[in-house]
């Protein structure tokens, strides 16, 4: 069964500390993974990771693809309140159609 | 650039009822998606459609239905609502192909009593 499984489910962190968010996955025909953020409303895009593309860098915010351990992680540097939030894991596979399955995501609190 | 909409915001239904969901995407994308998020479950693909006239089963597809008579447009249907439905649904667009991120809709909270 495909499927894409994030860790940890929960994390509580205090401002200034770093974290490292985990997404693993078992698909047919990888194409590519995507992380995004979630505040109270709709998800927002922050990366996207390919074949040709396995690690990428916005601000204190990085990420990157292992395709041979089929997993890819997402790191915060300097955490901030304004980091809390919901990081939701997503992998497009399949035909050019590109189906696109999300893991469970992971609950990030940073206390002041 | 309205981008992607959903109609209506919030809403209560008794078992039993039926209503439908309407996204809308003023981009010109060819892929829509209707999703599901429960606590605890991330998003849930219900169906999805890869151009006009044409829509696909996701995981969770049962209870539902779709259509997408308009390239811009794509409804999500309850024949006959029950509790666990209740959920927030999000719609989401992006072009062809298979590197290209999904813009959401700003969700429909639901309730079914």
């Known amino acids: 069964e495909d499927k894409v499984v994030q860790s940890p489910l929960s994390l509580v962190v205090h401002e200034g500390d770093t974290v490292t968010l985990n997404c693993s996955y078992e698909v047919t025909n990888f194409r590519s993974l995507l992380w995004y953020k979630q505040e109270k409303k709709a998800p927002t895009f922050l990366f996207m990771l390919t074949s040709s593309g396995i690690e990428k860098k916005s601000g204190r915010l990085s990420s990157i693809l292992d395709k041979k351990e089929l997993s890819s992680i997402l790191n915060i540097t300097a955490t901030q309140t304004g980091d809390s939030a919901i990081y939701l894991c997503?992998?497009?596979?399949?035909?050019?159609?590109?189906?696109?399955?999300f893991g469970q995501g992971t609950i990030l609190t940073v206390h002041p | 650039n309205a981008g992607v909409t959903q109609t209506p915001k919030f809403r209560v239904l008794k078992t039993g009822q039926s209503m439908t969901l309407l996204c809308a995407q003023d981009m010109n994308h060819e892929y829509m998606y209707w999703y599901r998020q429960d606590p605890g479950m991330g998003l849930r693909l219900i169906h999805y459609?890869?151009?006009?006239?044409?829509?696909a089963k996701g995981e969770v597809p049962d209870g539902y239905n779709v259509s997408r008579l308009k390239k811009q447009n794509f409804l999500l249907g309850l024949e006959s609502a029950a509790p666990s439905q209740t959920s927030v649904y999000f719609c989401?667009?992006?072009?062809?192909?298979?590197?290209?991120?999904?813009?959401f809709g700003p969700g429909t909270r639901l309730t079914v009593l």
């Open positions: 459609s890869v151009g006009e006239g044409t829509t």
């Open positions: 997503a992998v497009v596979w399949g035909t050019s159609y590109g189906k696109l399955t």
């Open positions: 989401a667009s992006r072009t062809g192909g298979s590197y290209n991120e999904q813009f």
